[in-house]
């Protein structure tokens, strides 16, 4: 979200999300740079207070302006935008590593997150993911505007045409063991960002094929769908059960596998089975964790304002 | 001519006896995806046994090997009739390149002709994927490369689309890969719902065309079933 935008930022804290982008870079036109880079300090705490991370998105051309303005407590991650070679990295890495140290930010605190929005970029995405251990998060998106203006590649239509780019980022994230963000295909041909409907659908493709962290969204009508959809739903609860009792029937057997109900069990589907479980056990702590500090916040400010009649 | 590759648990007498007779071009005798670990043992010392019935049978054998156990499924099963092994979960240049030293000092002990044996490696990880190009060329042994169980091993799941995540990118990135290094490239580009041992003969003839299509040469499947399907797709 625009940081420079009041509304946004003031209600972010009870929107529900795990993540809220404040955004120096596309949401804020040029003229208001510097006065988004003097909000950055006391909205990180404005919209974190409800157990939500705050990340801020700087500009590729002011690195050092809008890192001294965001690398402050509560920050989370700095999205750096079109990165392109591992060198930006680093420099981003040097003076963050310098502002924790000033700022009392224990050391490492602050993740790097770079996107890969350029044919220069995706030619060099392995450099790039191994260029910090700040970068701790790394992989595809659903494919931006950037990225297809830079490439000349057409937005919305009914095929994956990001099958390379998506791959290269991808292995460079699994082959660092970095938590990997995929994108698995979804057809947007209408070009909407605020259908939920569709975010569901995107999320729900993207927890399917085993994936946990969202690329975030841009409209808060999204933000339900996209918990909704990256958290197993109780029939796939069930079903995770069902299948580690049917592979306890190969203890013992000598047997590698075994099909029941023209299903395949074996270790590999126990071991999905296994992550199936423990992820919605996740989803659960985290949901409870993020409604006990937005309970918390209302409560303070009940006190702060005594009910009117 | 190797259109089809079947994958057999070396430990299953019957199914081992019962291959030649598979269609197959090739048999793989596996030791490590098909074989539970109490078995594996005992498998490893009956096979020189399995590795000259099946060649006398009239059909390539090569076995499938742990990398992590190298030394002993090496041991177990260069004897004369092998062709090669298959590495699984085959990772970095160097591995191979232990693995060709080996291979050389039990040709010399067990009176095999040197540099006889081929390795095909199994890029079944994603750092096995990221080193391909280097893998390849570990070696004059490497003759093929092979994406093996990668959707399992890796944990590539179906999207929407039916097509298994990640594996349109690294299937194509191998087969250039394997052709730059000039190697073969075996796989069948496999959709879901069809994986491995479910698929049906229908399923994996149609995987093969498409495999066939994108510059796949054979297959590897887990079930007779799926022998004849393969030898025609890649026909």
Redesign the interface.
């Known amino acids: 979200m625009p940081v420079v935008t009041p509304r946004f930022v003031d209600h972010a804290w009870r929107r529900g999300c795990d993540f809220v982008t404040l955004d120096l870079e596309d949401s804020v036109p040029r003229h208001l740079k510097a006065h988004a880079r003097s909000l950055i300090k006391d909205a990180i705490p404005n919209v974190s207070k409800g157990g939500t991370e705050a990340f801020t998105r700087i500009n590729h051309d002011f690195v050092r302006a809008d890192l001294e303005a965001v690398v402050w407590p509560g920050l989370a991650k700095v999205v750096y935008p079109k990165t392109e070679h591992a060198e930006e990295v680093r420099l981003l890495d040097a003076i963050i590593t310098r502002l924790e140290r000033e700022r009392g930010i224990h050391p490492g605190t602050v993740e790097i997150g770079p996107n890969i929005e350029t044919a220069v970029g995706v030619t060099n995405v392995f450099e790039i993911a191994v260029a910090s251990p700040r970068v701790r998060e790394f992989g595809s998106t659903t494919g931006g505007y950037d990225l297809s203006r830079d490439l000349g590649v057409e937005m919305f239509v009914d095929f994956d045409q990001f099958v390379y780019v998506k791959g290269e980022a991808e292995l460079a994230a699994r082959t660092l063991g970095l938590r990997v963000r995929g994108a698995p295909f979804v057809a947007n041909t209408s070009g909407s960002v605020s259908d939920p409907d569709r975010a569901f659908r995107q999320a729900e493709a993207a927890r399917r094929c085993g994936f946990r962290v969202s690329g975030g969204g841009l409209n808060p009508a999204t933000v339900e769908s996209q918990n909704v959809g990256y958290m197993p739903s109780d029939e796939d609860v069930r079903d995770a059960h069902w299948v580690l009792e049917q592979y306890q029937r190969l203890e013992g057997t000598g047997e590698t596998w075994l099909e029941v109900e023209s299903r395949l069990i074996d270790r590999y589907e126990a071991a999905r089975a296994r992550d199936t479980l423990e992820w919605a056990e996740l989803c659960a702590e985290r949901n409870l964790e993020k409604a006990q500090a937005v309970a918390r916040v209302k409560a303070a400010m009940a006190a702060q304002t005594p009910a009117q009649k | 001519m190797r259109r089809s590759w079947l994958l057999v ?1 070396a ?1 299953k007498a019957e199914q081992v006896a019962a291959a030649p007779r598979a269609g197959a071009d090739v048999i793989v005798l596996d030791l490590v ?4 670990e ?2 594996k043992f005992e498998t490893r010392e009956r096979l020189q046994g399995a590795v000259a019935a099946v060649s006398a049978g009239g059909v390539e054998v090569f076995v499938q090997i742990d990398p992590e156990l190298c030394y002993a499924d090496l041991h177990a099963c260069v004897w004369p009739g092998l062709a090669g092994v298959v590495v699984s979960r085959a990772e970095s240049p160097q591995q191979i390149v232990e693995i060709d030293e080996q291979l050389g000092r039990l040709e010399h002990e067990r009176g095999i002709l040197p540099g006889a044996l081929k390795i095909v490696a199994a890029l079944e990880t ?2 096995g ?2 080193a391909a190009y280097d893998v390849a060329r570990a070696s004059p042994r490497v003759c093929g490369l092979t994406l093996g169980r990668a959707d ?10 039916g ?1 298994i ?2 594996m ?3 299937m ?2 191998l087969i250039i890969i394997a052709r730059a290094a000039g190697v073969t490239p075996v796989g069948a580009w496999w959709r879901a719902p069809d ?4 698929a049906t003969p229908e399923h994996s003839y149609q995987a093969g065309q498409r495999g066939r299509a994108i510059g796949f040469k054979g297959a590897m499947c887990l079930r007779a079933n799926q022998v004849e399907p393969l030898n025609r797709a890649y026909s």
């Open positions: 648990p430990s995806e098909l074989v539970a109490e078995d994603a750092r994927n990221h399992l091993v890796m944990d590539l799941r179906p999207e929407p689309s097509e995540h990640l349109p990118y690294l194509q990135r994986r491995g041992l479910l």
